[in-house]
C-alpha cells in the first residue's frame, strides 16, 4: 500500500525550506530578529517562484503582520507573534506537500 502523504526524501530536506524553517527556529530562540527573519523569508524567491503565486501573497502578509507587530509591545498589539509563527510553520509545511506534489506530477 502506497502512502499518499509520505514525502520524497528529496523535499524533506529541501535546503530552500531548511534555509526558512532554521530562521523560524532561530527567532523563536531569540538568535535572530523579526527584521533579519523576514529579510531571510524575502530572499527565497526560488522557492516563491516554484509554488503558486497565493503562496508569496500569504507569506507577505504575515511577515508584514510580523514586522508590525514588532514595533509594538505584545498588549499594545493585535498581532500575536506566536500565532503568527504557528501560522508560518503550516505556510511550510502546506509549502512542503504542495513541492512534493508537483513533483510527483
Known sequence: MHDSNALPASL???PRLRTLR???ADLRQ???GVSNFCAVWRAQSTLLEALPARY???AEDLLGRLEAGSLFTEE???FSQD???ANLDVWLDKAQHT???SASL
Open 12 to 14: 524533506m530536506d529541501d
Open 22 to 24: 532554521d530562521a523560524l
Open 30 to 32: 531569540g538568535r535572530s
Open 56 to 58: 508569496a501573497d500569504v
Open 76 to 78: 499594545s498589539c493585535s
Open 83 to 85: 500565532d503568527l509563527l
Open 99 to 101: 513541492l512534493a506534489h
